[in-house]
């Protein structure tokens, strides 16, 4: 994006900027409408299913993973839960891996016009959250098919707590898309690492189970349960659940807004590292 | 849009350094691995001590050999190449078509993806909206606009990307060899647009091999050399030293010498019309080249024979004295031979001249110079193609 008319473009050591530095607020918003709308026609025009296959894929998973832990674990699992995890999942693990590529597939747009990078990574979290609150709508029809049918526990949608939810885990979700797309301009070999740690990071999550089953491990272990409440997937999962399903309490302890508060700082954390490390974008593409 | 004497663009002491890191995409392994043998990174400079302005509502040239340093320059004037010094200040909004249809989304129709160009280049939507017809219109894509850009020929996508570039007002446009893909007549059209943007006060900076749309465009010119601007001025003596220092012998034109040196080249000159030393020359009009020779003995019925290819390698015309049924006796010394190409029938582009002298029975290559001589045409003349052919109209007789 360029200046207008009375502006111009000072370019330092320090990376090109717009003066005078107000706010372009509605060019920003245009520019970035546009890069959503791109991601998502650009996503949904090459099949013929489009939308579908966004609430298909975790559909599938969510039934996958019911089938298999019920084998493995019985009945302790109820499917509700599991499809409110594997959907919220969904949108991160969606999230951080087109986020990282946010930069490095636009490579020819990088070096070749200016505009603000942010917007990248920004309008590729965006397209995510756009697919999850739409895939939502899917989630509630079957969470209310299950109860409807007494496999699972009443719908009920608490109308702050679930915004609240939506809105952090968005914020986690963009903080990383910052950080890894700046990272993977840097070193290519990020996509390899981040493909091992998002497998992990599923599993040490709450996704496929809540913290009930994991209650016989985590009595005496006062530690365990710290490291567990401390990863953000954990209340903001668990708040996921209390905010859609009867009967889930959600009380986390006092001190696991710490994991709540690593949403936020993600997000700062990524919004330094991109604005440091987006000068030399150009020369690494 | 440009006051008089307002500076459009303003370079103070810009370089730009690139570490040299092979083919290879950038790697955390990689990285680490260098750095645990204690192996610094090579560096070079790509732009160095870049120090011009460019006073609004004029057309800058950029011309130099490949890897100078000139795209460089201009990825530093549009803001996407971060200078490792100095300062590049550049007013007003910016246009580059530094490459045409960047943004275009391959699933996207040609209107989506003209708003969404048009977005990139920061251009209201509304603005967009209200222009849209003459974009499309411009662009010459009929029904292939609602179509999604993949099934567009290159030459449809840059024209639908310059005709969201030239729609799009901007106060300094910024071109890199773009105008030489597309038809003759779509090149056309974007020079009448160029035209256009000049005539109202826009301030143009446009690298290009096309000497001859360079002399004719701008109006002054920075030679670029090895990273350093070397030369700034006039375009046709500016153009005229690119030629003779950077492109001919030993330069990036690949270039062949050989023969017994009995007598030898020793100086060539191109004048045009009036006997002035140029490197551009006009369709139609003489000209002139002056060879210099200089002989070791006496040598019998020399021929002395010259031939014109294009830049990309055509062998377009070749002939010698001995063809020309004119017969030299014998040279001695030093002396000065006059080849005149009158009219010159090369239309627009880049040629190579070879030289030659050999004996008349063409046994002895005496000194022969292959491609060694560039020179550029251009074209007043309004026709097209690829030479020109003096033709003549007959009127139509009535009844």
Same mark, same amino acid.
């Given at each position: 994006?360029?200046?207008?008319?009375?502006?111009?473009?000072?370019?330092?050591?320090? $990376?090109?900027?717009?003066?005078?530095?107000?706010?372009?607020?509605?060019?920003?918003?245009?520019?970035?409408?546009?890069?959503?709308?791109?991601?998502?026609?650009?996503?949904?025009?090459?099949?013929?299913?489009?939308?579908?296959?966004?609430?298909?894929?975790? @559909?599938?998973?969510?039934?996958?993973?019911?089938?298999?832990?019920?084998?493995?674990?019985?009945?302790?699992?109820?499917?509700?839960?599991?499809?409110?995890?594997?959907?919220?999942?969904?949108?991160?693990?969606?999230?951080?891996?087109? $986020?990282?590529?946010?930069?490095?597939?636009?490579?020819?747009?990088?070096?070749?016009?200016?505009?603000?990078?942010?917007?990248?990574?920004?309008?590729?979290?965006?397209?995510?959250?756009?697919?999850?609150?739409?895939?939502?709508?899917?989630?509630?029809?079957?969470?209310?098919?299950?109860?409807?049918?007494?496999?699972?526990?009443?719908?009920?949608?608490?109308?702050?707590?679930?915004?609240?939810?939506?809105?952090?885990?968005?914020?986690?979700?963009?903080?990383?898309?910052?950080?890894?797309?700046?990272?993977?301009?840097?070193?290519?070999?990020?996509?390899?690492?981040?493909?091992?740690?998002?497998?992990?990071?599923?599993?040490?999550?709450?996704?496929?189970?809540?913290?009930?089953?994991?209650?016989?491990?985590?009595?005496?272990?006062? !530690? @365990?349960?710290?490291?567990? !409440?401390?990863?953000?997937?954990?209340?903001?999962?668990?708040?996921?659940?209390?905010?859609?399903?009867?009967?889930?309490?959600?009380?986390?302890?006092? !001190?696991?807004?710490?994991?709540?508060?690593?949403?936020?700082?993600?997000?700062?954390?990524?919004?330094?590292?991109?604005?440091?490390?987006?000068?030399?974008?150009?020369?690494?593409? | 849009?440009?006051?008089?004497?307002?500076?459009?663009?303003?370079?103070?002491?810009?370089?730009?350094?690139?570490?040299?890191?092979?083919?290879?995409?950038?790697?955390?392994?990689?990285?680490?691995?260098?750095?645990?043998?204690?192996?610094?990174?090579?560096?070079? !400079?790509?732009?160095?001590?870049?120090?011009?302005?460019?006073?609004?509502?004029?057309?800058?040239?950029?011309?130099?050999?490949?890897?100078?340093?000139?795209?460089?320059? @201009?990825? @530093?004037?549009?803001?996407?190449?971060?200078?490792?010094?100095?300062?590049?200040?550049?007013?007003?909004?910016?246009?580059?078509?530094?490459?045409?249809?960047?943004?275009?989304?391959?699933?996207?129709?040609?209107?989506?993806?003209?708003?969404?160009?048009?977005?990139?280049?920061?251009?209201?939507?509304?603005?967009?909206?209200?222009?849209?017809?003459?974009?499309?219109?411009?662009?010459?894509?009929?029904?292939?606009?609602?179509?999604?850009?993949?099934?567009?020929?290159?030459?449809?996508?840059?024209?639908?990307?310059?005709?969201?570039?030239?729609?799009?007002?901007?106060?300094?446009?910024?071109?890199?060899?773009?105008?030489?893909?597309?038809?003759?007549?779509?090149?056309?059209?974007?020079?009448?647009?160029?035209?256009?943007?000049?005539?109202?006060?826009?301030?143009?900076?446009?690298?290009?091999?096309?000497?001859?749309?360079?002399?004719?465009?701008?109006?002054?010119?920075?030679?670029?050399?090895?990273?350093?601007?070397?030369?700034?001025?006039?375009?046709?003596?500016?153009?005229?030293?690119?030629?003779?220092?950077?492109?001919?012998?030993?330069?990036?034109?690949?270039?062949?010498?050989?023969?017994?040196?009995?007598?030898?080249?020793?100086?060539?000159?191109?004048?045009?019309?009036?006997?002035?030393?140029?490197?551009?020359?006009?369709?139609?009009?003489?000209?002139?080249?002056?060879?210099?020779?200089?002989?070791?003995?006496?040598?019998?019925?020399?021929?002395?024979?010259?031939?014109?290819?294009?830049?990309?390698?055509?062998?377009?015309?070749?002939?010698?004295?001995?063809?020309?049924?004119?017969?030299?006796?014998?040279?001695?010394?030093?002396?000065?031979?006059?080849?005149?190409?009158?009219?010159?029938?090369?239309?627009?582009?880049?040629?190579?001249?070879?030289?030659?002298?050999?004996?008349?029975d063409h046994a002895r290559q005496f000194h022969r110079r292959e491609d060694w001589y560039p020179f550029a045409v251009r074209n007043p003349t309004g026709a097209l193609g690829a030479f020109f052919l003096n033709s003549r109209w007959t009127p139509p007789s009535q009844g």
């Amino acid at each position: 994006m360029t200046a207008g008319s009375a502006s111009r473009i000072v370019n330092t050591r320090l $990376g090109a900027r717009i003066e005078p530095s107000g706010p372009r607020v509605r060019a920003t918003l245009e520019l970035l409408g546009a890069l959503v709308g791109r991601e998502l026609k650009g996503r949904y025009k090459g099949s013929a299913l489009g939308f579908l296959w966004a609430v298909l894929v975790p @559909l599938f998973m969510a039934a996958i993973y019911v089938v298999f832990l019920r084998m493995l674990v019985g009945r302790a699992l109820t499917p509700d839960r599991v499809v409110v995890g594997v959907f919220a999942w969904q949108f991160t693990a969606q999230s951080v891996q087109a $986020g990282m590529a946010s930069v490095t597939g636009n490579a020819n747009l990088v070096k070749k016009v200016f505009f603000p990078r942010w917007l990248l990574p920004a309008a590729s979290t965006l397209a995510q959250l756009i697919n999850y609150l739409l895939s939502l709508l899917v989630q509630f029809a079957v969470l209310g098919v299950l109860a409807a049918r007494g496999a699972a526990a009443g719908v009920s949608v608490d109308p702050l707590l679930l915004p609240a939810a939506v809105a952090l885990l968005t914020m986690l979700n963009f903080g990383m898309a910052l950080l890894l797309a700046a990272a993977h301009v840097h070193f290519r070999d990020t996509q390899h690492l981040v493909g091992v740690l998002l497998s992990a990071w599923f599993f040490v999550s709450p996704v496929m189970y809540d913290l009930d089953l994991l209650r016989p491990w985590l009595a005496g272990r006062p !530690w @365990l349960e710290a490291a567990v !409440w401390l990863n953000p997937l954990t209340p903001l999962l668990t708040g996921l659940r209390a905010a859609s399903l009867d009967g889930v309490a959600w009380l986390p302890p006092p !001190w696991a807004a710490a994991g709540l508060a690593v949403a936020p700082a993600t997000l700062a954390l990524g919004a330094a590292v991109f604005r440091r490390a987006q000068r030399h974008f150009a020369d690494l593409l | 849009m440009g006051e008089a004497g307002d500076i459009a663009i303003e370079a103070r002491g810009v370089g730009k350094r690139y570490r040299v890191r092979g083919h290879a995409p950038p790697t955390l392994f990689g990285r680490l691995a260098s750095a645990i043998r204690g192996r610094r990174p090579d560096e070079f !400079w790509a732009l160095r001590e870049a120090t011009f302005e460019v006073p609004a509502g004029r057309t800058f040239g950029v011309i130099g050999p490949n890897g100078s340093g000139k795209s460089s320059l @201009l990825g @530093l004037v549009a803001g996407t190449i971060t200078p490792t010094c100095g300062r590049v200040t550049t007013r007003g909004r910016v246009c580059s078509l530094l490459e045409l249809g960047a943004g275009f989304h391959p699933d996207l129709t040609g209107r989506e993806n003209v708003f969404l160009n048009a977005a990139l280049l920061g251009i209201p939507r509304e603005d967009v909206r209200r222009r849209f017809d003459r974009i499309a219109e411009f662009a010459g894509l009929g029904p292939f606009i609602e179509e999604p850009v993949r099934h567009y020929s290159s030459g449809m996508y840059v024209r639908l990307a310059f005709a969201v570039a030239a729609e799009s007002e901007p106060d300094v446009l910024l071109i890199d060899e773009v105008l030489a893909v597309g038809d003759v007549a779509f090149q056309l059209r974007c020079l009448d647009r160029i035209r256009e943007l000049q005539r109202r006060n826009r301030t143009l900076l446009f690298v290009s091999h096309a000497l001859q749309t360079v002399e004719e465009f701008c109006h002054e010119v920075l030679l670029v050399h090895r990273g350093s601007i070397v030369a700034r001025g006039e375009p046709a003596p500016t153009i005229l030293r690119y030629i003779r220092e950077f492109m001919g012998e030993g330069g990036p034109v690949y270039t062949q010498e050989f023969g017994t040196r009995e007598v030898e080249i020793a100086d060539v000159t191109f004048r045009d019309a009036d006997g002035r030393e140029a490197a551009v020359f006009e369709t139609g009009w003489p000209m002139h080249v002056d060879v210099r020779w200089r002989a070791r003995g006496r040598i019998e019925r020399p021929v002395f024979g010259f031939s014109v290819k294009t830049a990309n390698g055509l062998y377009v015309f070749g002939s010698n004295t001995q063809i020309a049924g004119v017969e030299i006796r014998a040279i001695e010394g030093e002396g000065k031979i006059r080849l005149t190409l009158d009219p010159l029938t090369l239309m627009s582009g880049q040629y190579l001249l070879s030289l030659a002298i050999h004996s008349w029975d063409h046994a002895r290559q005496f000194h022969r110079r292959e491609d060694w001589y560039p020179f550029a045409v251009r074209n007043p003349t309004g026709a097209l193609g690829a030479f020109f052919l003096n033709s003549r109209w007959t009127p139509p007789s009535q009844g």
